[in-house]
């Protein structure tokens, strides 16, 4: 008996020993990067997971591009993964979009984005046309130049002219509001003032959810995340059914063009439509809230760039002449050149997520490597926008280095907005956005900050407790 007892523990032994060697020397027909498995099953999850505390890349990132060089391997969430920090590298993954390799998000983004899997995340073909062509017509540079620029001036003024009656606010949630609020009411017409409840202000949890561990039972993160992703997705619900019950609800927004196409498109079912609105209004008003919050972050601590950026933007006030409080236009816009810089700079340390991901559709040689077919690629453009040999001193706030940065050396390192087909949709949108904002801001309005604005990466940009700060008008 003790020696059947011997025999079975021997054979888990050499089965645990042969499993441990296999996950940290996967199959490779070739090298593959320098790296670590770390641990079975769990990888180095953990490690992606342990917040850096400054505006620096995060830490994991840091530590394995110092020891390996810029294009490594580990594994995360259970995954496989190739993590790549090199400017030609990833140029060419994006390059490579459809046939090497395609979008692959995380299964908590899938939870989050749709309810059945991952097929809707990384749409293909006539899907992703759909994507782009829908959010670029609603949120393109032709709406801009009609008449969105300058509701947005009006809007952001509105807004700070409610914050400058308070005591004080608490920035990235009043940011992510107001913008929540304004893209949503070009999605599907959302009002707040009409809405029985403010979804906007609740928005700060979909972040949170998307690192968590998919739990979703009461108190996690995730099930927080889940609620409050419930309630946005049934507000479009709603909205959809008002507007295909009455003719009189259509108003020309986002979701009347989806309404329209899933007439002629089988793919456009409600079930794609809702999920799809919910996922562009999350990128658009995380990311550029988290943008705008760093931003009175850096320009509290930069007073030479906001006496620069004042400059610009009273000197667009004055060619006015009489009509100084005529609407900011696209024009006057495109004739910037600082605040153009300043919304650069602010994009290029924001870095609001770690990285982008593929997945390799067929085995990938590049740099004498091998990523096997199936891996998951991170194309880590967080480290390249902070790359000292790209960006000197690179975690100095220094809008004036685009003057001297070569366009070339700009399009492989600079990808806030990712690059190849997929690139964002809404960038035109944000950075006109971002510099409408600060054009009200620093021709109306002062602020002082009051507490907090401590960052971290975790490994998503974070702001902790919040950044305080108080808003007054300008006399
Ligand atoms: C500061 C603000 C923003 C940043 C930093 C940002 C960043 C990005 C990035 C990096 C991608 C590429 C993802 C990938 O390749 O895996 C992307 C795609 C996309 N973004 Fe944004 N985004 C922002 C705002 C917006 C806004 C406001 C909208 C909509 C109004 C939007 C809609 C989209 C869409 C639809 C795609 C998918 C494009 C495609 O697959 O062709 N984004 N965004």
């Not at 949890?205 to 690192?211: A, F, P, Q, S, T």
């Not at 507007?243 to 259509?250: C, G, I, L, N």
């Not at 559709?361 to 926008?385: D, F, R, V």
């Amino acid at each position: 008996m003790l020696s059947f007892g011997l025999c079975i523990a021997a054979l888990v032994t050499i089965f645990v020993s042969y499993w441990v060697h296999r996950w940290r020397n996967p199959r490779c027909n070739g090298v593959l990067p320098p790296g670590s498995m770390g641990l079975p099953l769990l990888g180095e999850t953990l490690h992606l997971l342990i917040p850096g505390r400054s505006l620096d890349m995060h830490p994991f990132l840091k530590k394995r591009i110092q020891r390996y060089g810029t294009i490594f391997r580990t594994s995360l969430a259970g995954r496989p993964v190739v993590v790549s920090a090199d400017a030609e590298f990833n140029h060419n993954i994006f390059l490579q979009e459809g046939r090497s390799v395609e979008l692959w998000y995380l299964d908590t983004f899938s939870k989050l984005f749709n309810q059945d899997g991952e097929s809707r995340t990384n749409g293909v073909g006539s899907v992703h046309r759909f994507v782009r062509s829908i959010v670029l017509n609603h949120f393109g540079p032709e709406r801009l130049k009609e008449k969105m620029l300058s509701q947005i001036e009006e809007m952001v003024d509105k807004t700070l002219h409610n914050w400058s009656s308070q005591s004080a606010i608490e920035v990235k949630h009043a940011v992510s509001t107001m913008v929540f609020d304004f893209t949503a009411k070009y999605m599907f017409s959302y009002d707040p003032e009409k809405s029985s409840e403010k979804v906007g202000e609740n928005m700060g949890v979909l972040l949170k959810g998307l690192m968590s561990f998919p739990l979703n039972i009461p108190g996690t993160e995730f099930h927080k995340c889940m609620k409050a992703q419930k309630k946005v997705m049934s507000l479009i619900k709603e909205k959809m059914k008002e507007k295909r019950s009455s003719p009189e609800a259509y108003q020309g927004d986002l979701l009347d063009q989806a309404i329209k196409e899933m007439e002629t498109e089988t793919f456009l079912t409600e079930d794609f439509v809702i999920p799809f609105i919910f996922g562009a209004l999350f990128a658009s008003f995380e990311s550029i809230s988290s943008a705008l919050t760093l931003a009175f972050g850096l320009l509290s601590e930069h007073p030479l760039v906001v006496e620069e950026l004042m400059a610009e933007n009273n000197a667009i006030l004055k060619s006015r002449g009489e009509n100084v409080d005529s609407p900011f236009t696209w024009d006057e816009y495109r004739s910037m050149s600082f605040t153009p810089q300043v919304v650069n700079e602010i994009l290029r340390l924001s870095n609001v997520a770690p990285g982008l991901l593929r997945r390799s559709l067929k085995e990938i040689h590049a740099n004498g490597y091998t990523i096997p077919a199936g891996w998951t690629i991170m194309l880590a453009t967080s480290a390249q926008q902070l790359d000292p040999n790209t960006f000197k001193d690179p975690l100095v706030f220094n809008p004036w280095r685009w003057k001297e940065l070569d366009a070339n050396v700009i399009s492989k390192n600079y990808m806030p907005f990712g690059g190849g087909m997929r690139q964002c949709a809404g960038a035109e949108y944000s950075k006109a956005f971002m510099a409408a904002f600060l054009h009200v801001v620093v021709t109306k309005y002062r602020w002082t900050k009051i507490k907090g604005g401590d960052i971290s990466r975790t490994p998503f940009l974070d702001f902790g407790k919040g950044m305080h700060i108080k808003v007054s008008a300008k006399a």
